[in-house]
T-cell receptor
Framework: GQNIDQPTEMTATEGAIVQINCTYQTSGFNGLFWYQQHAGEAPTFLSYNVLDGLEEKGRFSSFLSRSKGYSYLLLKELQMKDSASYLCAVRPLYGGATNKLIFGTGTLLAVQP | DAGVIQSPRHEVTEMGQEVTLRCKPISGHNSLFWYRQTMMRGLELLIYFNNNVPIDDSGMPEDRFSAKMPNASFSTLKIQPSEPRDSAVYFC???????????FGSGTRLTVV
């Protein structure tokens, strides 16, 4: 089966750095994704990791450790508009069905002035 | 590119009625996914198609739910009969195998009273 865990809520201050963790247990592994979802809107793609290490994209970075079943999303220079839910998603690899994307329940981040 | 297009945006129906949700994927994307999002359970994958063929429908909750993809540019998710516990936001997403991300539509907010 699949299990993806991330904190339910986090609070951070504008201008600061925040790290959102995600741990997973899946049947095989074929990539980990982070999505951002503002209230009432669709999830939007932020990052993708399939190999161990850090992927940096502007103010956002994502890290993966496959041996530990662990990832984090790092947000720097926080802005008020970063207040949103951040979803960790894993693509399992089994039986040839490699297209499935399984989501965690999301971390609601509140950025305060 | 118009993105993934879903209709209707909002649907309010009475228990027992049939509900049909519609999705037009991005042109050229050969994979299509139906997700359901609730506060309690987060984003759940219901079913997905590759090249118009259903690959995995293990997430479809009951026989009341059915999905079709008659061609590469159109898919439907039908609930018959609908129940109040079906109230949720239903998202459609599509993916191009050459790209990393899955692109979501704006969703259909379904309320069954």
């Amino acid at each position: 089966g699949q299990n993806i865990d991330q904190p339910t809520e986090m609070t951070a201050t504008e201008g600061a750095i925040v790290q959102i963790n995600c741990t997973y247990q899946t049947s095989g592994f074929n990539g980990l994704f982070w999505y951002q979802q503002h209230a009432g809107e669709a999830p939007t793609f932020l990052s993708y990791n399939v190999l161990d290490g850090l992927e940096e994209k502007g103010r956002f970075s994502s890290f993966l450790s496959r041996s530990k079943g662990y990832s984090y999303l790092l947000l720097k220079e926080l802005q008020m508009k970063d207040s949103a839910s951040y979803l960790c998603a894993v693509r399992p690899l089994y039986g040839g069905a490699t297209n499935k994307l399984i989501f965690g329940t999301g971390t609601l981040l509140a950025v305060q002035p | 590119d118009a993105g993934v297009i879903q209709s209707p945006r909002h649907e309010v129906t009475e228990m027992g009625q049939e509900v049909t949700l519609r999705c037009k994927p991005i042109s050229g994307h050969n994979s299509l996914f139906w997700y359901r999002q609730t506060m309690m359970r987060g984003l759940e994958l219901l079913i997905y198609f590759n090249n118009n063929v259903p690959i995995d429908d293990s997430g479809m909750p009951e026989d009341r739910f059915s999905a079709k993809m008659p061609n590469a540019s159109f898919s439907t998710l039908k609930i018959q009969p609908s129940e109040p516990r079906d109230s949720a936001v239903y998202f459609c997403a599509s993916r191009d195998p050459s790209s990393r991300g899955y692109t979501f539509g704006s969703g259909t907010r379904l309320t069954v009273v």
